[in-house]
């Protein structure tokens, strides 16, 4: 079974850090475009930012010059690095990648979703 495993949320001060990790683990070929979402309460999951195989990362304006989402294909992980955090990112974050499974399955994954909490 191909899943993805999110790890790294937690409660932060605004100003503060925190680096999330997404692996993606079970039978797999390859991997094309990762990214991130997010989804604050009451409000709709929003993308955050993706990054494709090889190519140039692209971010939400909400977050450009913050977050930084970066890969390592030889692991199969996605990280979002998340840098002078405000209270407005408050959310579940949710890592989500588009995987072609040994089977030549074609699936778009998510995770099960990590709270990140900006507060003082």
């Known amino acids: 079974q191909v899943r993805l495993v999110e790890s790294g949320g937690g409660l932060v001060q605004p100003g503060g850090s925190l680096r999330l990790s997404c692996a993606a683990s079970g039978s797999i070929f390859s991997i094309g475009v990762m990214g991130w979402y997010r989804q604050a309460p009451g409000k709709q999951r929003e993308l955050v930012a993706v990054i494709p195989s090889g190519g140039t990362a692209t971010y939400a304006d909400s977050v450009k010059g913050r977050f930084t989402i970066s890969r390592d294909n030889a692991k199969s992980t996605v990280f979002l690095h998340m840098n002078s955090l405000k209270p407005e990112d408050t959310a579940v974050y949710y890592c989500?990648?588009?995987?072609?499974?040994?089977?030549?399955?074609?699936?778009?994954?998510w995770g099960q979703g990590t709270l990140v909490t900006v507060s003082s």
């Open positions: 989500n990648a588009d995987v072609l499974t040994a089977r030549s399955e074609s699936l778009t994954l």
